[in-house]
């Protein structure tokens, strides 16, 4: 820690210029200052996310990591989340439930992803029926990709609530930009099958490309697998077709289009009365709309428009106790849940049987640990579920088959407007407004169709206070009809000591809505196409269930402060951010989002400080290094003040992170070698938890022969550590997984 505060403090002194004049940060001259440091126009790095303004990395309120297409290629990785291990403090999980892969920052559940945004060209990709992202769904091929943007820390006050810790903001290539034919096979030890087509053209003003891709894996092996074998049944299969289609007009007038339809299959493990594979099959599409108009080099506008839309198919056959379909217990859970699952107790049974009284019952429940209330009303369900036997108490251990299903069908229609000002040379401002409904189908999860409907206000100005002090003021108000209104700001101070260098000074606000699943749960699992039972049912609902009303949940709240240093040099050519950091949150939802999970509250608090360093070097016009470290020290609490032991939210965290990456770049040929090293990883308390490193080696070959460019490529892992990355199935049979590649442009 002591080192990196010594860097913010040094490197400006060490790399700094102090004969830089005032005249010299005017926006008319920063180009010739930029030639000072051999750095023309297009070295000057820019980013768009953070506050919705295009502004150079020195004058941006926000830590960014830009993950351009020549890092993509080149560390050659399979899916999304894996590009997510090069960013400081973001570490990559995996559902043991859902088998999803999932991305923290800092901090969240290792099996839902709810507390970062992902969007693809501005289209949110968060789920609002049941807070998550799902990697597999996206329909965007990595070749496809030219840059994301990751803005690590909140930013609600640019994008709404669930931007709470951070946002990822894939952003995809102009299809005049890949015209031309892109084959691509990948094979590998894991049942890796991937395979992709691409195809773009371009007739006068319009741009076009069509993109196919299919991905399978066969997934972990399981902990109990030999070497080998695959003893853990987790694989799956995605594919997607998309169009982009990008068309200029006269007059500044641009319209970008896209659509997507994809379908997947994954595998799910089997729960305890399932009698078949509860597997999900799915199936999304998409269709997005932006008009956008420069009506001079001082205003821009732009529309934004999209309709998306998820069914996921989730069916299994079950073999359950019979009583637990009993609606006398359904109706029993709904006014004494502690009771409704004592009552399956033996001895409660027999006691009811034996014609026990309400105050004996409480008796009985109180000297086996388990003290409860027992009402006469009670008394009365309990009796009339033996009443149901038809005076056979044998009958209650009579099991039935029958069928389940987890359906559930997200749409989404969301517009927005935004528009883009600069006032003076030192003014500039946006705004918009956007307008976004939710709705979510579901007999299990909400008894039918629910509906969330959000209205967003945002803005952001950025003011030249003096030459050298930049002024951003940010923040969204919103209001939705599940969750109360929320305000979310940001103020960011950045002192620039050349225009490629600068400190910045951060203070930011955010919230998580609390999803339609825990703030608004109608939440039954229905067994219908029952077999011969002594309820005579036809089909039925399990005892246990979530009902509307049930809860009433605050947003997840942050505060964070940051004190960062960025700079970009010419010699020699690195570029550098440092981060200091704290983040307080408040009311945290981390109990899990089950069905038996009936008490959730949002009654958790964590602290979180540490630091991160991110350096990209290119040391020679063939050779760049690639840098990123976190320290991270997490301290958890419940609302009344006291600590806490490890928790769901802490699961995904290491305490200490380095990635280090070094890539060559020859004639015909390219290396890439990568090093991941985490440390007290998925830590059960406060000690030492786990230690994951990880060895990445990636080689291509390429060739031209005529139009066409054929090209071959291998990718190793290398696993230096046995331990299972966050759940004890999370583990291969062999260290070493592999695959190698056959790709054709011309």
């Not at 890796?192 to 993109?211: G, H, I, K, N, P």
């Not at 945290?588 to 979180?608: F, K, N, V």
């Not at 406060?686 to 071959?712: C, M, Q, T």
Request: charged content about 20%; overall charge negative.
């Amino acid at each position: 820690m002591a080192m990196l505060i010594w860097a913010l403090v040094g490197i400006p002194l060490l790399w700094g210029s102090g004969n830089a004049t005032a005249s010299d940060f005017d926006d008319k001259q920063l180009p010739d200052f930029a030639e000072v440091f051999g750095l023309g126009d297009d070295d000057i790095p820019v980013v768009l996310t953070a506050t919705r303004l295009r502004q150079p990395r020195a004058e941006v309120p926000a830590s960014v990591t830009v993950i351009e297409a020549e890092q993509i290629e080149a560390w050659n990785v399979r899916t999304l989340p894996e590009l997510m291990r090069f960013v400081p403090g973001m570490f990559i999980g995996h559902g043991d439930d859902e088998n999803n892969a999932s991305i923290a920052y800092h901090s969240s559940s290792p099996s839902v992803m709810r507390r970062l945004q992902v969007m693809v060209d501005g289209r949110s990709v968060f789920k609002s029926g049941i807070a998550s992202v799902v990697w597999d769904d996206i329909p965007i091929a990595l070749e496809d990709i030219q840059r994301i943007e990751i803005t690590r820390g909140p930013s609600s006050a640019t994008y709404g609530s669930n931007s709470f810790q951070g946002v990822i903001n894939i952003i995809s290539k102009h299809p005049g930009d890949t015209l031309g034919v892109r084959l691509r096979y990948r094979n590998g030890n894991q049942g890796e099958d991937d395979s992709l087509a691409s195809y773009s053209w371009q007739d006068d003003s319009v741009s076009y490309r069509l993109t196919a891709q299919l991905n399978a894996s066969n997934g972990f092996d399981g902990i109990d697998s030999t070497k080998g074998a695959d003893d853990l049944r987790d694989s799956s299969r995605h594919g997607f077709v998309s169009l982009n289609r990008t068309q200029g007009f006269e007059g500044g007038w641009q319209l970008n289009t896209q659509a997507a339809y994809k379908a997947g299959h994954t595998d799910i493990r089997q729960g305890d009365f399932d009698q078949g594979y509860p597997d999900q099959d799915t199936r999304q599409g998409m269709v997005m709309a932006k008009l956008s108009r420069d009506f001079s080099a001082n205003h821009s506008s732009s529309v934004r428009a999209y309709w998306q839309y998820d069914d996921r198919t989730q069916e299994t056959s079950v073999r359950v106790p019979t009583i637990l379909l009993d609606p006398n217990l359904y109706a029993l859970y709904r006014n004494n849940p502690d009771l409704a699952r004592l009552a399956l107790n033996e001895s409660m049974i027999n006691a009811v049987a034996s014609g026990a009284s309400a105050e004996q019952l409480e008796a009985l429940a109180t000297s086996a640990g388990h003290p409860v209330e027992v009402s006469n009303s009670d008394l009365d369900q309990l009796q009339a579920m033996l009443a149901s036997t038809g005076g056979d108490v044998a009958n209650l251990s009579q099991e039935v088959t029958g069928q389940t299903n987890w359906n559930i069908a997200d749409e989404r229609v969301d517009i927005e407007f935004q528009d883009t000002r600069r006032w003076s040379n030192s003014l500039r401002t946006v705004l918009g407004i956007n307008m976004r409904r939710d709705q979510v189908t579901s007999e299990t999860y909400f008894g039918g169709k629910v509906n969330n409907d959000t209205y967003r206000v945002f803005g952001n100005l950025e003011w030249r206070s003096y030459d050298r002090v930049i002024v951003n003021l940010g923040g969204t108000y919103e209001r939705e009809d599940a969750n109360d209104d929320a305000f979310s700001p940001r103020i960011g101070l950045n002192l620039l000591l050349t225009p490629q260098q600068s400190i910045r000074l951060i203070h930011s606000e955010a919230v998580r809505s609390p999803d339609l699943l825990e703030q608004n749960p109608n939440y039954t699992v229905a067994v219908s196409g029952l077999g011969d039972n002594y309820l005579g049912l036809s089909e039925g609902q399990f005892f246990i269930h979530q009902w509307p009303e049930s809860r009433d949940l605050d947003h997840e709240r942050i505060v964070s402060t940051e004190v960062g240093y960025y700079g970009r040099f010419s010699d020699p050519d690195i570029e550098i951010d440092l981060k200091l950091f704290q983040e307080h949150m408040t009311h945290l939802i981390s109990d899990p989002i089950q069905i038996q999970s009936l008490a959730i509250s949002s009654d958790t608090q964590m602290d979180i400080d540490g630091a991160e360093v991110q350096l990209n070097w290119r040391m020679t016009p063939t050779d760049w290094i690639w840098l990123s470290s976190a320290y991270i020290n997490v301290e958890l609490k419940g609302e009344d003040g006291v600590q806490r032991n490890q928790r769901v939210d802490t699961r995904l965290s290491a305490k200490d992170s380095v990635v280090a990456s070094w890539h060559h770049q020859g004639s015909r040929w390219s290396l890439t070698g990568s090093h991941f090293w985490y440390d007290a990883y998925n830590s059960k308390y406060s000690g030492k938890g786990n230690r994951y490193r990880r060895y990445e080696v990636s080689l291509k070959v390429f060739d031209r022969i005529g139009r066409y460019n054929p090209w071959l490529g291998f990718h190793l892992q290398h696993l230096v550590d046995d331990s299972s990355l966050v759940y004890a199935n999370q583990r291969y049979s062999t260290n070493n997984l592999y695959n190698v590649q056959l790709g054709l442009n011309f």
